[in-house]
Protein backbone atom coordinates (compact mmCIF):
# COMPACT_ATOMS: atom_id res chain seq x y z
CA UNK A 1 0.00 0.00 0.00
CA UNK A 2 2.70 2.36 0.74
CA UNK A 3 4.46 1.74 -2.34
CA UNK A 4 1.14 2.20 -4.15
CA UNK A 5 0.73 5.80 -2.47
CA UNK A 6 4.75 6.55 -3.22
CA UNK A 7 4.34 5.78 -6.99
CA UNK A 8 0.47 7.83 -7.19
CA UNK A 9 2.26 10.78 -6.62
CA UNK A 10 4.19 11.29 -3.41
CA UNK A 11 6.98 13.47 -3.93
CA UNK A 12 10.28 11.27 -3.76
CA UNK A 13 12.67 11.84 -1.19
CA UNK A 14 15.65 14.48 -2.12
CA UNK A 15 19.29 12.89 -2.19
CA UNK A 16 20.80 13.89 1.29
CA UNK A 17 24.01 16.49 1.10
CA UNK A 18 26.00 13.42 1.48
CA UNK A 19 24.97 11.24 -1.28
CA UNK A 20 25.26 14.90 -3.48
CA UNK A 21 28.80 15.12 -2.26
CA UNK A 22 29.63 11.22 -3.25
CA UNK A 23 27.66 11.82 -6.65
CA UNK A 24 29.78 15.14 -7.61
CA UNK A 25 33.00 13.26 -6.31
CA UNK A 26 32.33 10.15 -8.17
CA UNK A 27 31.88 12.43 -11.23
CA UNK A 28 34.92 14.63 -10.84
CA UNK A 29 36.75 11.26 -10.60
CA UNK A 30 35.74 10.24 -13.90
CA UNK A 31 36.38 13.87 -16.02
CA UNK A 32 39.73 13.79 -14.10
CA UNK A 33 40.20 9.93 -15.69
CA UNK A 34 38.74 10.20 -18.82
CA UNK A 35 40.89 13.12 -19.70
CA UNK A 36 43.92 11.76 -18.68
CA UNK A 37 43.50 8.75 -20.64
CA UNK A 38 42.34 10.73 -23.92
CA UNK A 39 45.66 12.87 -23.22
CA UNK A 40 47.54 9.83 -22.68
CA UNK A 41 46.14 8.44 -26.29
CA UNK A 42 47.09 11.59 -28.34
CA UNK A 43 50.37 13.64 -28.00
CA UNK A 44 48.78 16.44 -30.43
CA UNK A 45 45.25 18.32 -29.70
CA UNK A 46 44.52 18.50 -26.25
CA UNK A 47 41.05 16.42 -26.43
CA UNK A 48 37.68 19.04 -26.57
CA UNK A 49 34.47 19.43 -23.76
CA UNK A 50 32.22 17.57 -25.36
CA UNK A 51 35.67 14.38 -26.18
CA UNK A 52 35.92 14.68 -22.53
CA UNK A 53 32.26 14.93 -21.68
CA UNK A 54 31.13 11.51 -23.77
CA UNK A 55 34.43 9.85 -22.51
CA UNK A 56 33.07 10.53 -18.90
CA UNK A 57 29.70 9.86 -19.71
CA UNK A 58 28.50 13.47 -17.98
CA UNK A 59 27.41 16.31 -19.65
CA UNK A 60 29.68 19.15 -21.00
CA UNK A 61 28.39 22.20 -18.65
CA UNK A 62 29.58 19.63 -16.02
CA UNK A 63 33.59 20.28 -16.91
CA UNK A 64 33.12 24.07 -15.79
CA UNK A 65 30.95 23.07 -12.68
CA UNK A 66 33.18 20.94 -11.46
CA UNK A 67 36.25 22.00 -12.49
CA UNK A 68 35.85 26.07 -13.40
CA UNK A 69 37.31 25.40 -16.78
CA UNK A 70 38.98 22.93 -18.72
CA UNK A 71 42.04 24.11 -18.60
CA UNK A 72 41.95 23.22 -14.54
CA UNK A 73 40.74 19.99 -15.73
CA UNK A 74 43.87 19.19 -17.48
CA UNK A 75 45.97 19.85 -14.63
CA UNK A 76 44.41 17.58 -12.58
CA UNK A 77 44.46 15.10 -15.72
CA UNK A 78 48.00 15.67 -15.98
CA UNK A 79 48.82 14.98 -12.70
CA UNK A 80 46.73 11.88 -12.02
CA UNK A 81 48.61 10.35 -14.95
CA UNK A 82 52.59 11.77 -13.44
CA UNK A 83 51.73 9.97 -10.35
CA UNK A 84 50.46 6.76 -12.17
CA UNK A 85 53.24 6.80 -13.88
CA UNK A 86 55.47 7.74 -10.50
CA UNK A 87 54.49 4.45 -9.17
CA UNK A 88 55.54 2.27 -12.29
CA UNK A 89 58.86 4.21 -11.41
CA UNK A 90 58.97 3.02 -7.85
CA UNK A 91 58.31 -0.43 -9.09
CA UNK A 92 61.30 0.21 -11.60
CA UNK A 93 63.55 1.69 -8.66
CA UNK A 94 62.73 -1.35 -6.38
CA UNK A 95 64.31 -3.52 -8.92
CA UNK A 96 67.49 -1.94 -9.17
CA UNK A 97 70.20 -4.13 -7.44
CA UNK A 98 72.64 -1.37 -6.34
CA UNK A 99 72.67 2.58 -6.25
CA UNK A 100 74.29 2.63 -9.73
CA UNK A 101 71.68 1.09 -11.20
CA UNK A 102 68.89 2.66 -9.71
CA UNK A 103 70.17 5.84 -10.42
CA UNK A 104 70.62 4.73 -14.27
CA UNK A 105 67.32 2.94 -14.38
CA UNK A 106 64.74 5.59 -12.32
CA UNK A 107 66.48 8.89 -14.50
CA UNK A 108 65.76 6.83 -17.86
CA UNK A 109 62.58 5.90 -17.11
CA UNK A 110 61.72 9.49 -16.03
CA UNK A 111 62.07 11.06 -19.03
CA UNK A 112 60.25 8.11 -21.28
CA UNK A 113 56.89 8.55 -19.18
CA UNK A 114 54.26 9.41 -21.07
CA UNK A 115 52.51 11.93 -18.78
CA UNK A 116 55.40 14.52 -19.08
CA UNK A 117 54.16 16.34 -22.22
CA UNK A 118 50.82 17.11 -20.25
CA UNK A 119 52.61 17.77 -16.95
CA UNK A 120 54.67 20.02 -19.06
CA UNK A 121 51.33 22.31 -20.25
CA UNK A 122 50.05 22.25 -17.01
CA UNK A 123 53.47 23.90 -15.47
CA UNK A 124 52.74 26.90 -18.55
CA UNK A 125 49.10 27.01 -17.74
CA UNK A 126 50.13 27.52 -13.92
CA UNK A 127 52.58 29.89 -15.16
CA UNK A 128 50.13 31.93 -17.75
CA UNK A 129 46.96 31.51 -15.33
CA UNK A 130 47.59 32.38 -11.90
CA UNK A 131 44.36 30.91 -10.68
CA UNK A 132 45.81 27.85 -11.56
CA UNK A 133 48.92 28.11 -9.62
CA UNK A 134 47.93 26.51 -6.66
CA UNK A 135 46.36 23.23 -8.37
CA UNK A 136 49.60 23.30 -9.73
CA UNK A 137 51.77 23.56 -6.37
CA UNK A 138 49.23 21.20 -4.61
CA UNK A 139 49.92 18.17 -7.40
CA UNK A 140 53.37 19.33 -7.02
CA UNK A 141 53.82 19.05 -3.09
CA UNK A 142 51.84 15.32 -3.59
CA UNK A 143 54.61 14.00 -6.29
CA UNK A 144 57.22 15.55 -3.90
CA UNK A 145 56.06 13.43 -0.60
CA UNK A 146 55.21 10.23 -2.23
CA UNK A 147 58.47 10.41 -4.15
CA UNK A 148 60.32 11.47 -0.74
CA UNK A 149 58.61 8.10 1.49
CA UNK A 150 59.57 5.98 -1.45
CA UNK A 151 62.97 6.89 -1.22
CA UNK A 152 63.44 7.06 2.29
CA UNK A 153 62.27 3.88 2.89
CA UNK A 154 64.28 1.85 -0.24
CA UNK A 155 67.42 3.81 1.34
CA UNK A 156 66.85 2.92 4.38
CA UNK A 157 65.70 -0.63 3.27
CA UNK A 158 69.37 -1.12 1.26
CA UNK A 159 71.62 0.62 3.66
CA UNK A 160 72.60 3.16 0.80
CA UNK A 161 73.58 7.00 1.37
CA UNK A 162 72.51 10.34 0.18
CA UNK A 163 74.54 13.14 0.04
CA UNK A 164 71.62 15.92 0.57
CA UNK A 165 68.61 15.79 2.34
CA UNK A 166 66.10 13.54 1.14
CA UNK A 167 63.53 16.01 0.34
CA UNK A 168 66.36 18.07 -1.79
CA UNK A 169 66.72 15.02 -3.70
CA UNK A 170 63.40 14.41 -4.35
CA UNK A 171 62.98 18.11 -5.49
CA UNK A 172 66.03 18.57 -7.31
CA UNK A 173 65.17 15.52 -9.17
CA UNK A 174 61.74 16.22 -10.47
CA UNK A 175 62.71 19.90 -10.57
CA UNK A 176 65.37 18.67 -13.43
CA UNK A 177 62.91 16.52 -15.51
CA UNK A 178 60.35 18.83 -15.58
CA UNK A 179 62.47 21.87 -16.57
CA UNK A 180 64.17 19.85 -19.26
CA UNK A 181 61.13 19.11 -20.82
CA UNK A 182 59.25 22.50 -20.25
CA UNK A 183 62.82 23.67 -21.99
CA UNK A 184 62.31 21.49 -24.79
CA UNK A 185 58.61 22.47 -25.58
CA UNK A 186 59.21 25.82 -25.81
CA UNK A 187 62.03 24.81 -28.64
CA UNK A 188 65.28 24.78 -26.88
CA UNK A 189 67.52 22.93 -29.38
CA UNK A 190 68.50 19.00 -28.48
CA UNK A 191 65.99 16.51 -26.57
CA UNK A 192 65.49 15.64 -23.03
CA UNK A 193 67.86 12.50 -23.78
CA UNK A 194 70.64 14.77 -23.85
CA UNK A 195 70.13 15.61 -20.00
CA UNK A 196 71.75 13.58 -17.59
CA UNK A 197 69.14 13.21 -15.56
CA UNK A 198 71.03 10.66 -13.01
CA UNK A 199 73.84 12.82 -11.58
CA UNK A 200 70.53 14.82 -10.29
CA UNK A 201 70.81 11.70 -7.42
CA UNK A 202 73.07 11.60 -5.32
CA UNK A 203 71.66 8.21 -3.70
CA UNK A 204 75.25 5.54 -3.37
CA UNK A 205 76.28 2.46 -2.37
CA UNK A 206 77.51 2.52 1.24
CA UNK A 207 75.95 3.09 4.93
CA UNK A 208 73.33 5.80 5.53
CA UNK A 209 76.03 7.90 7.26
CA UNK A 210 78.43 8.02 4.82
CA UNK A 211 76.47 11.11 3.06
CA UNK A 212 76.61 14.11 4.67
CA UNK A 213 72.79 15.11 5.67
CA UNK A 214 69.60 13.10 5.73
CA UNK A 215 66.60 15.22 7.19
Known amino acids: MEKKRTEAGATPARPTPARSRDRGRATRRRLIEATA???GERTGAEPSVVEIANAAGVF?????YH???KDALLVYAAFLGLLHDARRIERIGRQAPDAAAFRRNVARAVLAMPSLPSVARALAAGISKPELAPVVDRHLQL?????ERF???LVDGRGWGVRRPLGAEVRTFWSTALGAVLLVRAG???TVADLDLAGALTVHDGPAHEGPGRD
Open 188 to 190: AHG
Open 143 to 147: LFRQS
Open 60 to 64: PNQVT
Open 67 to 69: FGS
Open 37 to 39: RLC
Open 151 to 153: AGR
